[in-house]
């Protein structure tokens, strides 16, 4: 069974962090590009990031760049998401997702059509 269970959000005052766990199972998801998307209240889900089956290489959408680190540990099937530098407008609901999709070279799976499995999300909230 595939199941995929994001962990870590609460609420933060903005400039503080926030890291965010994604555990995967059921799948061989150590060979899946691995990426994390948010939908803010009343907003479409967006893409954040995503990350290469070997964790070599990531991408950032541009609000998040320099601020949220992606990694990947697949010796402990998960995926993370360090959030520092929070603003308010971070809230949202964070999505972990996994593609099993081949992407070579430089491209990066950053549409939510490219996304096979979903986690049920995990809630973050950023307070001016």
């Known amino acids: 069974q595939v199941q995929l269970v994001e962990s870590g959000g609460g609420l933060v005052q903005a400039g503080g962090s926030l890291r965010l766990s994604c555990a995967y199972s059921?799948?061989?998801?150590?060979?899946?590009?691995m990426g994390w998307f948010r939908q803010a209240p009343g907003k479409e889900r967006e893409f954040v990031s995503t990350?290469?089956?070997?964790?070599?290489?990531?991408y950032y959408a541009d609000s998040v760049k320099g601020r949220f680190t992606i990694s990947r540990d697949n010796a402990k099937n998960t995926v993370y998401l360090q959030m520092n530098s929070l603003k308010p407008e971070d809230t949202a609901v964070y999505y972990c997702?996994?593609?099993?999709?081949?992407?070579?070279?430089?491209?990066?799976?950053?549409?939510?059509?490219?996304?096979?499995?979903w986690g049920q999300g995990t809630q973050v909230t950023v307070s001016s």
């Open positions: 990350i290469k089956w070997n964790g070599g290489n990531s």
């Open positions: 059921g799948r061989t998801f150590s060979t899946y590009s």
């Open positions: 997702a996994g593609a099993r999709g081949y992407y070579s070279g430089t491209y990066y799976p950053s549409l939510e059509s490219e996304y096979d499995y």
